[in-house]
């Protein structure tokens, strides 16, 4: 079974990767293939921060690997409550009690000092003024991190990136929120705030001050898609709330491309297994 589910995971791994080289090529052919070139070779050579990486091809520190680079990572592979999974339509409980994802984000201030942080596996923007109010506890927001292609899928569609937005709670609690981007001709300019400045991060060197809005809206909140999972990163960290918002956001190829850069070339990691768990959603859904 372990066995089985090692490959499984080269083979999700592989996927990733034509998913990436496809999305680059998909989206308007506005890309030059040397470029694409060098972020699939970064991905294999460069040096990372920490030991563990989403290298999946003669790595040992890629995703199927993660549980042995540290005994603080077990769960990466012990887990029976992992993250990201896999969202079917035909297995998906609803549940009439979910209200409305109850979701603040401070967009009022002209001026908000962020941090953009490449740290060797995400790009991660470092800023609070938001909450998350769920089942009457109340997460704050931390920062929200980027991931190329998606991490979840839905109905087996990926996406070209996923954000999490996570929101800690005053005992500690993670919920994180994640929204789906999918390929628009035009730059979602939102996210322009910051994603010019991706190519340029160095590794573990934070850039501040720089102006963040959060793009996600309550009028989004009525349809999304909840379950218990994990951190997705070492050390795999279980009991997260995830919130996935069903409404889909754009971005451009070049938009995807910067991201591609900072990251190596993807950086999601293979779906996990749902085992006992149920994925719920609002009784708004709509197929
Ligand atoms: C949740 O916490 C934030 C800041 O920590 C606060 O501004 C907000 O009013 C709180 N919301 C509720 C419903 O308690
Ligand atoms: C923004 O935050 C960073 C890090 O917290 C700090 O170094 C910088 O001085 C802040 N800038 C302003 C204008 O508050
Ligand atoms: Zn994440």
Not at 2 to 9: A, D, F, I, R, T
Not at 99 to 118: I, M
Not at 162 to 185: C, K, Q
Not at 206 to 226: E, L, N
Request: proline share 6%; net charge negative.
């Amino acid at each position: 079974m372990e066995n089985h589910y090692g490959m499984l995971q080269q083979l999700l791994c592989f996927l990733a990767i034509f998913l990436t080289v496809s999305v680059a090529f998909g989206g308007g052919g506005k890309f030059d293939s040397s470029l694409l070139r060098s972020v699939v070779d970064k991905n294999m050579n460069q040096p990372k921060a920490d030991a563990w990486s989403y290298t999946c091809i003669e790595d040992t520190t890629g995703p199927s690997h993660w549980a042995e680079l540290s005994v603080d990572y077990s769960l990466c592979s012990s887990g029976k409550a992992q993250s990201p999974i896999s969202i079917e339509s035909f297995n998906l409980k609803v549940d009439e009690s979910l209200p409305p994802l109850d979701l603040t984000y401070d967009n009022s201030a002209d001026y908000v000092n962020a941090t953009v942080l490449n740290d060797g596996h995400a790009v991660k923007i470092i800023r609070e003024g938001g909450s998350l109010v769920f089942r009457g506890v109340n997460y704050s927001l931390t920062e929200f991190h980027l991931h190329t292609p998606s991490e979840h899928t839905v109905d087996g569609k990926s996406y070209p990136m996923e954000m999490h937005l996570t929101h800690v709670s005053d005992s500690g609690a993670i919920a994180i929120v994640g929204a789906f981007f999918e390929l628009s001709a035009n730059d979602n300019s939102k996210l322009n705030q910051y994603f010019p400045l991706f190519p340029h991060l160095k590794v573990g060197q934070p850039v501040h001050d720089v102006i963040s809005k959060i793009i996600a809206t309550p009028k989004d909140m009525f349809t999304y898609y909840v379950y218990e999972g994990s951190l997705s990163e070492p050390p795999c960290t279980e009991n997260v709330l995830y919130t996935i918002i069903k409404q889909v956001y754009s971005l451009s190829p070049r938009q995807v491309m910067w991201l591609q850069e900072a990251v190596y070339g993807h950086n999601n990691r293979p779906i996990q297994p749902l085992n006992a768990r149920t994925v719920y959603t609002t009784k708004y859904f709509k197929k």
